[in-house]
């Protein structure tokens, strides 16, 4: 059950920085604030929604097992950022984002 409230935090979290891309990314014209404020007030109810979650989350989990975890959003941004937006993605960096799931792998967590 905390795997999946750690990954829910992960989730949000990566959707909140995805719209905040998308608000970043505006064209600039007639309706570029308005498109901004928009997906930047999304950003805050999905970042504002991954906090409370992960608040909770750190009542029942000691936050040296918790975090690790939650940098699985460095995985998931860069996946659906490359998903998205097409964002190259190295072999360096592909390589480091299987060092960060090996990490968590080999944390070998009993929640």
């Known amino acids: ?17 995805l719209c905040q891309k998308h608000a970043a990314g505006a064209s600039s014209g007639a309706g570029e604030l308005r498109h901004r404020v928009r997906w930047l007030a999304i950003s805050l109810l999905l970042l504002g929604g991954a906090m409370l979650v992960w608040l909770w989350v750190l009542q029942r989990v000691p936050v040296g097992i918790a975090y690790p975890m939650f940098s699985l959003n460095f995985v998931l941004v860069t996946l659906a950022a490359r998903w998205l937006w097409r964002e190259p993605v190295s072999l360096r960096h592909g390589c480091g984002l ?7 792998m080999c944390m070998g967590v009993n929640l």
Do not use: E, R
């Open 1 to 17: 059950m905390m795997y999946l409230l750690i990954f829910l935090v992960s989730l949000l979290s990566c959707a909140g920085q």
């Open 98 to 104: 299987l060092l960060i799931v090996a990490g968590v």
